[in-house]
């Protein structure tokens, strides 16, 4: 599946820098998600928009602030991380926020690998 | 809490049949789905069970029993490229969807 695009693939920064992350879906599709897998961990929801609205947010830092322009973008933007916020950064999309039509597949994107310094 | 558990990791042999298992305690169900991922790449659909019983595609199928909060993903003639961690996710009565930490498949010649 190579509707979800995710740019860079591998990011390395700094605790003070500030960075984006950038998520590209050419699917049709009317909800993004931003996931966190670490080593070993099952994948972390950390936003979900349906229509360019938030519509999800599992109790992220602020340190993360999401961006949904319109219905095939989606950023996030990185600001004063922790070392412990190195992880792989999936970004997912769906053809609608699954409490709409009851189930929905999730397609994602390759990540993006994040290392903080 | 809400629970997902799956083996962290199997070997199997190329040729060989092999059994991915994952339980589940999820506030309500509405649907399993099972994703590969190779290192590095994206998780990809595999399947979706909402139903019990068997769901077969090609050489994989999925199974499910939900009064035992269990699944299996069955993967026959295992070819090299099978080599990949297998996620199990479960949506829950939110629709939200709760995942395993995977399982890690490695397929020897």
């Known amino acids: 599946e190579t509707g979800v695009t995710q740019t860079p693939r591998h990011l390395v920064m700094g605790m003070t820098n500030k960075k984006s992350l950038k998520c590209e879906q050419h699917?049709?599709?009317?909800?993004m998600y931003w996931y966190k897998q670490s080593a070993k961990k099952p994948l972390e929801l950390m936003f979900v928009?349906?229509?360019?609205?938030?519509?999800e947010n599992n109790s992220v830092p602020s340190r993360f602030s999401p961006e949904c322009p319109n219905s095939s973008h989606l950023f996030l933007h990185l600001h004063t991380l922790q070392p412990e916020d190195s992880a792989l950064y999936l970004c997912?999309?769906?053809?609608?926020?699954?409490?709409?039509?009851?189930?929905?597949?999730?397609?994602f994107g390759p990540g993006t690998r994040l290392t903080v310094l | 809490g809400q629970n997902i558990d799956q083996p962290t990791e199997m070997t199997a042999t190329e040729g060989a049949i092999v059994q991915i298992n994952c339980t589940y305690q999820?506030?309500?169900?509405?649907?399993l789905f099972w994703y590969q991922q190779h290192a590095g790449e994206a998780p990809t659909f595999l399947s979706y069970?909402?139903l019990d019983g068997l769901e077969e595609k090609g050489r994989f199928s999925s199974f499910l029993s939900r009064s035992k909060g269990y699944s299996y993903l069955l993967l026959k003639e295992l070819q090299m490229k099978d080599s990949a961690s297998y996620l199990c996710?479960?949506?829950?009565?939110?629709?939200?969807?709760?995942w395993g930490a995977g399982t890690k498949l490695i397929i020897k010649p």
């Open positions: 699917l049709g599709h009317n909800a």
């Open positions: 997912a999309s769906s053809q609608d926020d699954p409490s709409i039509r009851g189930t929905d597949t999730q397609y």
């Open positions: 928009y349906s229509l360019e609205e938030r519509v």
């Open positions: 996710a479960v949506m829950d009565s939110n629709y939200q969807l709760i």
């Open positions: 069970n909402v």
């Open positions: 999820t506030s309500g169900f509405n649907g």
